[in-house]
């Protein structure tokens, strides 16, 4: 019986490695084909068929169509784009799937994580994921402006995910994460929490969610939630798009949202508080991150 070298062991190895990180391709079922519709078919069944193809994928993966071609994960969010400018979970499915200095063209423009979260939220104001994941590419001083309303940082985003959706775990956590040990925030609908009971708000949500923390723990990264589904009736929830910008120079947070004890510094001031907390190194290395359960 001839036995294994450790040169062929390793070379086994490799080979399992090399074959584990190769994008997987997916053969698309008919009904999540564009290529086999009716050429009469609107653009929008059209795009929600690259969407449902592209939810086929997993990170960085392809599906393969019966024509014989072959798409990428990003490829089919943009072309569900191209044929629906206001498919809103195909926005922030795109940036999901984007790296984090990746950028993509798409009808001549192009846009970053950052721009399709926005672009999301102006064609679905109700998109609580959209709300998390643009506040956790935000830093402690960023600020962006929604259209003609008030400017926004990132723990006024979070309230605002709450606001449309009061049910959004991961809004809770993340900004029980965001907020100063001993401050209390006030929620849309009236409640004063603190960043302890509003994050076991979020794990009463979700009880996936992270464990209770040691007193002495680190606060952690702020969780970013995961694709969603395509709405049973995606026109039914598309509200008047509203133009979001982001500003030419940050401006004064709003001083109203946030409720703190005299001696603390300000919520979302240069200084003390969260953002002295998040740009320690070894702190930064020990954050964790997580994923929100899929909207169908």
Known sequence: VAQATKSDTKAFTL???????TPQEVIAPPQKDPTIMNPAASADHKAERFYGAARLCSAGGMVKFQDGSVWHEKQLYAKAIELNPSFAAAYHNLALALGEQQSISINGSDWDRKGLYMKAIEHDPSFAP??????GLMGPEDIVT??????????????????VDPRCAMAYMNLGILLPPHSVVKLPHGAMLSPTALMA??????????????????????RKAMQIGIPTTPTSVIM???????????????????????????LLG??????????????????????LSPRQ
């Open 15 to 21: 080979s399992l490695v090399a074959m584990s990180s």
């Open 130 to 135: 959209a709300y998390v994941n643009l506040s």
């Open 146 to 163: 929604l259209g003609a309303g008030p400017s926004l940082d990132r723990c006024a985003l979070l309230l605002q995910a709450i606001q």
């Open 201 to 222: 708000t979020a794990r009463q949500l979700d009880p996936s969610l992270a464990p209770n923390p040691a007193p002495s723990a680190v606060p952690a990264t702020p």
């Open 240 to 266: 008047t798009p509203q133009k979001l910008v982001m500003p030419s120079s940050p401006v004064a947070p709003r001083q109203v949202i946030v409720r703190q004890a005299p001696s603390l510094p300000s």
């Open 270 to 291: 240069s200084s003390g508080g969260v953002a002295a907390a998040l740009k320690t190194p070894a702190q930064s290395a020990s954050l964790a991150s997580g994923l």
